[in-house]
Nanobody
Framework: QVQLVESGGGLVQPGGSLTLSCAASGFAFSSYPMSWYRQAPGKERELVASIRTIAGGTNYAGSVKGRFTISRDNAKNTVALQMNSLKPEDTAVYFC?????????WGQGTQVTVSS
């Protein structure tokens, strides 16, 4: 079965950096675009970044463009989100996401808190 397991969240000061990782299993990872979403308290879940398959084309939400970088390792079935210059408004639960055979799958999420 499809499984997505996120890791790497934590508490970081404004201006700091974190790298999130998502380990995927149960599907042909290299054939599927992958995404990171986030959900802040009281807000709707929003798309942060996506990466296409082998060619690795990416797109980002305007609020994170230039600060976050999404990447994938098709040999290890992982997708990462490098987050730099973090701001308090980046505080949220971050989720890994994929659609496989028209069915959406989410990881359990990892908490990122940006605070001094």
């Amino acid at each position: 079965q499809v499984q997505l397991v996120e890791s790497g969240g934590g508490l970081v000061q404004p201006g700091g950096s974190l790298t999130l990782s998502c380990a995927a299993s149960g599907f042909a990872f290299s054939s599927y675009p992958m995404s990171w979403y986030r959900q802040a308290p009281g807000k709707e879940r929003e798309l942060v970044a996506s990466i296409r398959t082998i060619a690795g084309g990416t797109n980002y939400a305007g609020s994170v463009k230039g600060r976050f970088t999404i990447s994938r390792d098709n040999a290890k079935n992982t997708v990462a989100l490098q987050m730099n210059s973090l701001k308090p408004e980046d505080t949220a639960v971050y989720f890994c996401y994929v659609i496989v055979r028209m069915k959406p799958y989410w990881g359990q999420g990892t908490q990122v808190t940006v605070s001094s």
